[in-house]
């Protein structure tokens, strides 16, 4: 197994990680999933103590929102991410894509790995989620029949073709996380990991922009310049 698969088995007790795709598919969804579940992955190692632990997970998961688009919206939906794509690959003319927080929450419910544990807003400049993750047993924490339920902000930039999304404030259970630990998440590039796939990193060095604005997330490729046979 190799270790992005196994530290997603160690994190969501599943040994079948989803098939990664390209960044244009979910836009910023994937990283706001990898976000949250560094959070859970660094709370259950420092949620040590057995008071701490129920303090901050529960026995009960929490009944999140959800958007289910119709079978016509979505085929749209996908229309529109399969032509930026083919602009993203043939870089031979800028095109924008726009996804609401609608939209990114119907691509959500398509996957069963997700489906139930996130939901994400798109507020002002930020990005927003909210988890309800089954926690499973990580050495001696028997964290197994437990749930981590919080909220999550995050910050997300694009400078010289590195996609930057920074924590910016977490909630679990309705409780701040420990200063130590959300200092230490707050410091990371949540993206790094994520762009350590070949074909991730390629399609993000095809990014023109990328903004977080008017209750969307707004992707724009780059033309790219063609040497004349």
Do not use: W
């Amino acid at each position: 197994m190799r270790r992005n698969d196994l530290q997603y088995a160690r994190v969501t007790g599943q040994s079948n990680p989803p098939k990664q795709r390209g960044c244009f598919f979910y836009g910023c969804l994937a990283l706001a999933v990898a976000g949250l579940l560094c959070v859970a992955a660094v709370a259950a190692v420092y949620f040590y103590v057995r008071s701490v632990i129920n303090s901050y997970t529960s026995t009960t998961p929490v009944l999140l929102e959800k958007v289910e688009y119709s079978k016509a919206q979505m085929e749209t939906l996908k229309a529109h991410l399969q032509t930026f794509k083919k602009a993203l690959d043939d870089g031979k003319e800028s095109a924008e894509l726009v996804l609401t927080a609608d939209d990114l929450n119907a691509l959500l419910s398509q996957e069963a790995q997700l489906r139930g544990k996130l939901f994400v807003r798109v507020e002002d400049d930020k990005l927003k989620g909210e988890i309800s993750l089954p926690l499973p047993d990580v050495g001696p924490l028997k964290l197994k029949g437990r749930y981590l339920n919080g909220a999550a902000v995050f910050r997300v930039a694009l400078d010289a073709s590195v996609l930057d999304v920074r924590l910016n404030d977490v909630l679990v259970q309705n409780r701040p996380l420990p200063a130590m630990i959300l200092r230490e998440l707050k410091g990371r590039n949540l993206a790094q990991e994520f762009q350590t796939d070949p074909r991730t990193a390629a399609d993000i060095a095809k990014f023109e922009s990328l903004q977080i604005t008017n209750g969307a997330v707004r992707l724009r490729s780059s033309a790219r310049k063609f040497e004349q046979k």
